[in-house]
C-alpha cells in the first residue's frame, strides 16, 4: 500500500508564510517527480508547482518568485515554501505523484487527502 500525506496548512496573514510537506509512504520502489496542485472553491484543480527526481521544476505563474518546491528523495517527501502569501491563494493543497510500487511495474497516480490553506486577516 502506497499513500501520500500532507501536513503544513493553516490560516496566515497575507505577506505570511507557510510550508507544505507531503511524505509518501509504503512499499515504494520509485518516484518519479511530485507535485503540488490546489482548488479553491467554485474552482478547477490548478497545477502549483512540480520537480522531477533530477531536481527541475515547473511553477504556475500565479506563484513564481513566491513559491519554491524541493524534495528529499532519501525520506520520499516533497515540500512547498509558500512566501508572500495572498488571499487568492486560499485553496485545498493537493499532493499528487506517479509511484511505482515495489510489487508492480505499474506506475500508479497518487493524490494525498489534501491540506487548507487559508490566507486572510
Known amino acids: 500500500q502506497v499513500q501520500l500525506v500532507e501536513s503544513g496548512g493553516g490560516l496566515v496573514q497575507p505577506g505570511g508564510s507557510l510550508r507544505l510537506s507531503c511524505a509518501a509512504s509504503?512499499?515504494?520502489?520509485?518516484?518519479?517527480?511530485m507535485g503540488w496542485y490546489r482548488q479553491a472553491p467554485g474552482k478547477q484543480r490548478e497545477l502549483v508547482a512540480v520537480?522531477?527526481?533530477?531536481?527541475?521544476?515547473n511553477y504556475a505563474d500565479s506563484v513564481k518568485g513566491r513559491f519554491t518546491i524541493s524534495r528529499d528523495n532519501a525520506k520520499n517527501t516533497a515540500y512547498l515554501q509558500m512566501n508572500s502569501l495572498k488571499p487568492e491563494d486560499t485553496a485545498v493543497y493537493y499532493c499528487?505523484?506517479?509511484?511505482?510500487?515495489?510489487?508492480?511495474?505499474?506506475?500508479?497516480?497518487?493524490w494525498g487527502q489534501g491540506t487548507q490553506v487559508t490566507v486572510s486577516s
Open positions: 520537480i522531477i527526481s533530477g531536481g527541475s521544476t
Open positions: 509504503g512499499s515504494i520502489f520509485s518516484i518519479n517527480a
Open positions: 499528487n505523484a506517479p509511484i511505482r510500487s515495489s510489487w508492480s511495474s505499474a506506475v500508479n497516480d497518487y
